[in-house]
């Protein structure tokens, strides 16, 4: 089974991503999974320019050269694609956006329409799962709507407050959650699906009184940085 990993944080290995990140692929690798991980910041990823000839003119074949040209062939042999990012400004950071966007020679130009809903089909027909992992220092969820909007179809780990992983005391009331993280990343390399519990635990949904210490905390500490 193979997982391809990307850290979409410009924080790379210093952000609460990178957290989340390293306990998935854990459980990957104790199930077997033969892991590849990326930095998307140290990729360099032009932007899409609307020209679609990777659909007309070059099936397939974008007109950037960049290091999207391996990257692209990797996901489609990816058993797993795996996607973490902050959150900045209620959506995912620049860099996955634009990784996102130069996917589009990865699916063909028709148009479908399936359970009333229009697309385009896959150009290579797999069976993938795909994996989004998001944080963000608000407390609350709806800051993960755009989020899980782009990625309606992935597998979401969503951790708010996720300054909370950097605190002794967080850490230990995040332990449960760290802990159904790593068993995703070993259940779906084990080709399992996830139990609808499963899925509710690996969504974070934070109690009021939790709430309230993200807050003080952070404005005590904004008032002195």
Not at 56 to 81: F, R, Y
Not at 109 to 131: A, F
Not at 141 to 159: E, M, V, Y
Not at 177 to 201: C, I, K, P, S
């Amino acid at each position: 089974m193979r997982l391809l990993a990307f850290n979409a944080s410009p924080r790379k290995t210093r952000g609460a991503t990178e957290i989340i990140m390293n306990r998935f692929i854990e459980g990957a690798k104790a199930a077997g999974a033969e892991v590849e991980r990326h930095y998307v910041s140290d990729l360099m990823i032009k932007g899409c320019t609307g020209c679609f000839s990777c659909w007309w003119k070059t099936p397939g074949t974008c007109v950037h050269n960049d290091d999207m040209d391996w990257v692209l062939p990797k996901m489609t042999e990816a058993d797993i694609v795996y996607y973490g990012t902050p959150i900045y400004h209620y959506n995912i950071v620049h860099g996955l956006q634009r990784m996102r966007e130069r996917t589009l020679p990865l699916i063909l130009p028709e148009m479908v329409v399936e359970g009333g809903e229009t697309s385009h089909p896959p150009r290579v027909k797999k069976t993938q799962r795909t994996v989004l992992a998001a944080v963000c220092g608000f407390p609350d969820l709806s800051n993960f709507r755009q989020a899980g909007g782009l990625f309606p179809d992935a597998t979401h780990i969503f951790l708010p407050g996720a300054q909370l992983l950097f605190q002794e005391e967080g850490r230990s009331y995040l332990a449960g959650f760290l802990d159904d993280v790593w068993d995703a990343g070993y259940q779906l390399t084990m080709g399992n699906g996830l139990t609808e519990e499963h899925r509710r635990r690996l969504v974070v949904e934070h109690p009021p009184e939790v709430k309230r210490l993200v807050v003080e905390e952070h404005n005590w500490y904004s008032a002195r940085a």
